[in-house]
């Protein structure tokens, strides 16, 4: 079969024309079928049952008819990790309850202990709500508008504990997505956006996730590489930001909080942009998560995918063919938030026999699984010493994480430097001048629609328009990080923060009113 192609070529060399193209194209073809090799059968018998380690899996059930799912998806499907939604919680101690009996399943039929975890963002985005007799939480919008580190990290602290008496050890959480277009339904307008400055998200985010990680609770940043500029909804459909998406602006979160140490895991978005890869969305994307992420971006950690039941990846491509691509693409954990599938099958099964068999064809490579189970036994290692957590290693500080480097030196003829924001117009800040233009369409469409349903007052009939916005400062009663805080009212960015962050230019976004 080695030979095949050369003596192939050698006939082409005797014919011309169109015969010559095709049989040089079944030359090629030959070529990339030998690019698919089976894997060593022992290597393949070793790695085949731990397969299912490799998906978070969202099951039904609260208390007993929860029993079937959970002995199914452990001990069978053995599977990473259980995600938690607002139909598994009833009330405190149930959930306590819940978890905990999902370890002991585990333990009883000799499996690994799963990953618990939950989207607890704050605000609109937690799943341990109000009425289940938690506390209210503050959402990311709200600790932007305070520019307040301290209270970010404290709030980070809080639902950290939360969590963790819950039985949770990892938030799909925070957002960083940079919020800059106004119009965006799923970040901006949920109120799941830290704001529309990356260096303002940069230092919330960072915050947020020290006090998740002083109550010993891993985090993912998400959604990696963007999806604060899109104006539609991943989880309906097919969502395109190759004309709004701006990468100086939205990896910069990622960027800085990698180099932080800050980044536990990773979230993919389902997002397309052609700029990145002409045929995939994120999640599916070699060139956006092997390249961007991994290479350009230097993250070595554990990439997690959104929700593959989502309309933007199952109506295209189906479950098991997006599992497949998935982990390909470099994503270690495949996410189905909901295993019951619409015609009673299982969701996570379907995953799991597609990837077994792409293992053993070769589609997917035995070493590209082996290090993605690596990262996923890593991150586990992490979650179970339920100690707090400093990045990359588990130090306690009294409760509180140690900063990774210094913070810079002063002098008492020199104060602390502050990073004060440029002046942002707009519902969510500034934007990108080819964002503007839709957005305000967006927005007046938005506010026709509610004309009719009130009567603004004279003072509301005016433009919107929002004023500069104020530098981040730390609240006097309650200073938490070194890391960020030398004195109350002040933050320091780093030096390579102050020279890569971009800067946001004054842009007006005025919405006419109808």
């Known amino acids: 079969m080695i030979g095949l192609g050369s003596r192939v070529r050698r006939l082409a060399e005797h014919v011309s024309g169109r015969a010559a193209v095709l049989v040089?194209?079944?030359?090629?073809?030959?070529?990339?079928?030998?690019?698919?090799?089976?894997p060593d059968p022992a290597r393949f018998e070793t790695v085949a049952p731990q397969l299912g380690q490799l998906l978070l899996v969202g099951f039904r059930g609260t208390e007993a008819d929860a029993e079937a799912d959970l002995q199914r998806l452990i001990c069978e499907v053995r599977v990473g990790g259980l995600l938690l939604f607002g139909r598994n919680v009833v009330e405190v101690s149930q959930v306590a309850w819940l978890t905990g009996r999902a370890r002991e399943i585990a333990d009883d039929c000799g499996a690994p202990p799963p990953l618990i975890a939950v989207d607890a963002e704050g605000g609109r985005v937690m799943r341990l709500r109000p009425e289940a007799g938690y506390a209210s939480t503050l959402s990311a919008r709200e600790l932007g508008a305070s520019n307040d580190l301290a209270l970010a990290q404290l709030e980070g602290l809080r639902i950290?504990?939360?969590?963790?008496?819950?039985?949770?050890?990892?938030?799909?959480?925070?957002?960083?997505?940079?919020?800059?277009?106004?119009a965006n339904p799923v970040i901006v307008g949920l109120g799941r956006s830290f704001g529309a400055d990356p260096r303002h998200v940069v230092a919330l985010a960072g915050a947020w996730i020290r006090g998740m990680h002083a109550a010993?609770?891993?985090?993912?940043?998400?959604?990696?590489?963007?999806?604060?500029?899109?104006?539609?909804?991943?989880?309906h459909?097919?969502?395109?930001?190759?004309?709004?998406?701006?990468?100086?602006?939205?990896?910069?979160?990622?960027?800085?909080?990698?180099?932080?140490g800050l980044a536990d895991s990773v979230m993919t978005a389902h997002v397309f942009n052609r700029r990145l890869d002409r045929r995939y969305p994120a999640t599916l994307s070699p060139r956006t998560i092997g390249g961007l992420l991994r290479r350009q971006l230097?993250?070595?950690?554990?990439?997690?995918?959104?929700?593959?039941?989502?309309?933007?990846?199952?109506?295209?491509?189906g479950i098991d063919r997006a599992a497949v691509?998935?982990?390909?693409?470099?994503?270690?954990?495949?996410?189905?938030?909901?295993?019951?599938l619409p015609d009673g099958r299982s969701a996570a099964e379907v995953a799991l026999v597609a990837v077994r068999?792409?293992?053993?064809?070769?589609?997917?490579?035995?070493?590209?699984?082996?290090?993605?189970?690596?990262?996923?036994?890593?991150?586990?290692?992490?979650?179970e010493s339920g100690a707090p957590l400093i990045p990359g290693s588990l130090v306690s500080d009294g409760g509180a994480p140690a900063p990774r480097r210094p913070a810079a030196r002063t002098t008492p003829d020199q104060p602390p430097s502050k990073l004060v924001t440029s002046a942002r117009v707009g519902s969510?800040?500034?934007?990108?001048?080819?964002?503007?233009?839709?957005?305000?369409?967006?927005?007046a469409k938005r506010s026709a629609a509610g004309s009719e349903a009130r009567s603004p007052r004279a003072s509301e009939a005016r433009s919107p328009r929002v004023t500069a916005s104020a530098p981040l400062k730390v609240s006097p009663a309650a200073v938490v990080s070194r890391t960020d805080t030398s004195k109350p009212g002040t933050w320091k960015a780093s030096r390579a923060a102050r020279h890569r962050a971009p800067s946001a230019p004054r842009v007006t976004i005025t919405a006419p009113t109808p």
């Open 24 to 38: 040089l194209a079944l030359a090629s073809l030959g070529a990339g079928c030998r690019s698919i090799v089976p």
């Open 160 to 182: 950290g504990r939360m969590l963790a008496d819950a039985g949770i050890n990892w938030n799909l959480a925070p957002v960083v997505d940079v919020g800059y277009n106004p």
């Open 216 to 235: 010993g609770i891993l985090t993912a940043l998400k959604h990696f590489p963007g999806h604060g500029s899109s104006f539609a909804d991943s989880h």
């Open 237 to 260: 459909g097919f969502v395109d930001v190759t004309d709004t998406a701006e990468p100086d602006v939205e990896l910069l979160p990622y960027r800085e909080l990698i180099a932080e």
């Open 298 to 317: 230097g993250f070595g950690g554990l990439v997690v995918s959104d929700d593959l039941r989502m309309g933007a990846i199952e109506q295209r491509y």
């Open 325 to 340: 691509l998935t982990v390909a693409a470099g994503v270690d954990v495949v996410l189905v938030a909901d295993d019951r």
């Open 357 to 383: 068999e792409a293992v053993g064809t070769g589609r997917l490579t035995i070493d590209r699984v082996s290090e993605a189970l690596a990262r996923v036994r890593a991150l586990k290692r992490r979650a």
């Open 428 to 443: 969510e800040g500034w934007a990108p001048r080819r964002v503007q233009a839709s957005a305000a369409a967006a927005l």
